[in-house]
C-alpha cells in the first residue's frame, strides 16, 4: 500500500520525538522503584514538550486518592490538596474518568469534563482547585496520562500549563501519545507495588464520600434533585442534564429553581459552597493516622 504524504510528514516530525525519548527510556528504566524517577519522568517529557506543574495521583477503587508525586511548584493555596485527597476531589473529572473505568490513554482535560466545567465554580476555585491560586489564575490546560492498573485503580499524571502559557498545540499533544504506551508501562511498574499497600483503615469515610451525592441535603431534596445537583457541581449544564436524563431543558431549569429555593439559595455558586463544606465536615474529624494515610503514603514514598 502506498504511504501518503501526510503520513510521511507525519514520521518525519515524530522522528524527533521518537530519538529523545529513545535517548531518556534507560534513564528511567534505571530510576524505576528508586525516588528519582517521577523527577526523571518530568524532564524527559519537558524535554519533549515544555509545561508548568505535574503530579501523580493514584484513585483506588472505591477509595479516597493518593498524591504520588507533588511538582506543583508549591503553586496552590495553602490547605487545597488536603481539602482535594478529603474529598473536593469528587469535582474533579479525572477523578469521574477513573471511577468509571476510563482506558489508559492520554486525554485533554476537554475530553474528560462536562460541558460546562471550565466556567464553573471548581475549575475556578483557588480555595478547592489544588493547582491553582489568586496570583496564577486558572490553569490554561491539563493533560492527562491515565494509567489503569486492574483490580487497584488508576493512576493518573497530570501534565498542567498555567495561565499565562498557550494550550498544548496538536503536534505537541501527538508527539506525547507516541510516548504513552512507554509511560504507562513505566507508572504501571513504578507504583504497582505501593499502591496496592494503600491503608483501608478509613473504609467508612471513603464509603461515605463514594455516596456523597446521596447523603448531601438528604432530608430537603428528591433523588431526582440530588441528581442533578451532582451533575451541576461537576460541571453540565442544564442542556447537557437534559441530554443525561432525557428530558426538557425547561424541567432542568425547574428543578434548579426548586432545589434552590429548598436549600435556600439563589446561585450554583451557593450550592458549591454548601456541597464543599458537606464534604470537609465529615472529614474534619477523622483521626490523623486514618485521613492522613493518603499524606503519609506519599512521604513515604518521597523520602
Keep these: 500500500m502506498a504511504t501518503s504524504v501526510s503520513d510521511r510528514r507525519r514520521c518525519m516530525d515524530a522522528a524527533p520525538v521518537l530519538g529523545a525519548w529513545h535517548i531518556a527510556t534507560p534513564g528511567l528504566v534505571a530510576q524505576l522503584q528508586c525516588d528519582g524517577f517521577a523527577r526523571q519522568l518530568d524532564e524527559a517529557l519537558r524535554a519533549l514538550v515544555d509545561f508548568d506543574q505535574s503530579c501523580v495521583l493514584f484513585y483506588p477503587s472505591g477509595g479516597s486518592p493518593v498524591l504520588l508525586h507533588d511538582n506543583l511548584q508549591g503553586i496552590g493555596e495553602p490547605g487545597a490538596m ?64 491515565i494509567c489503569a492498573l486492574p483490580g487497584i485503580g488508576h493512576l493518573a499524571y497530570s501534565l498542567m500549563r498555567m495561565n499565562a502559557s498557550p494550550k498544548f498545540s496538536s503536534v505537541q499533544f501527538e508527539g506525547l501519545q507516541i510516548c504513552q504506551a512507554m509511560v504507562d508501562v513505566l507508572l504501571q511498574r513504578h507504583y504497582q507495588g505501593v499502591c496496592a499497600q494503600v491503608d483501608d483503615s478509613a473504609q467508612a469515610l471513603r464509603e461515605h464520600l463514594n455516596n456523597a451525592f446521596s447523603r448531601f441535603a438528604a432530608d430537603q431534596l428528591t433523588p431526582r434533585e440530588q441528581l442533578i445537583v451532582s451533575m451541576i457541581l461537576r460541571g453540565h449544564s442544564s442542556l447537557s442534564i437534559s441530554l443525561h436524563l432525557g428530558i426538557a431543558e425547561g424541567t432542568v431549569k425547574n428543578h434548579r429553581k426548586h432545589l434552590y429555593c429548598k436549600l435556600g ?23 490523623p493516622a486514618k485521613a492522613g494515610s493518603a499524606i503519609q503514603l506519599h512521604e513515604a514514598f518521597a523520602s
Design 82 to 145: 488536603h481539602s482535594y485527597l478529603s474529598g473536593t476531589y469528587l469535582l474533579d473529572p479525572v477523578y469521574t474518568a477513573c471511577a468509571h473505568g476510563r482506558a489508559s490513554g492520554l486525554y485533554r482535560m476537554s475530553e474528560l469534563a462536562p460541558d460546562a466545567f471550565f466556567e464553573g465554580d471548581y475549575f475556578n476555585s483557588p480555595d478547592v482547585h489544588p493547582c491553582i491560586s489568586m496570583q496564577s489564575g486558572t490553569l490554561a490546560e491539563e493533560i492527562v496520562f
Design 265 to 287: 439559595i439563589s446561585s450554583q455558586s451557593e450550592l458549591f459552597h454548601l456541597f464543599v463544606n458537606f464534604v470537609l465536615s465529615h472529614t474534619a474529624n477523622v483521626p
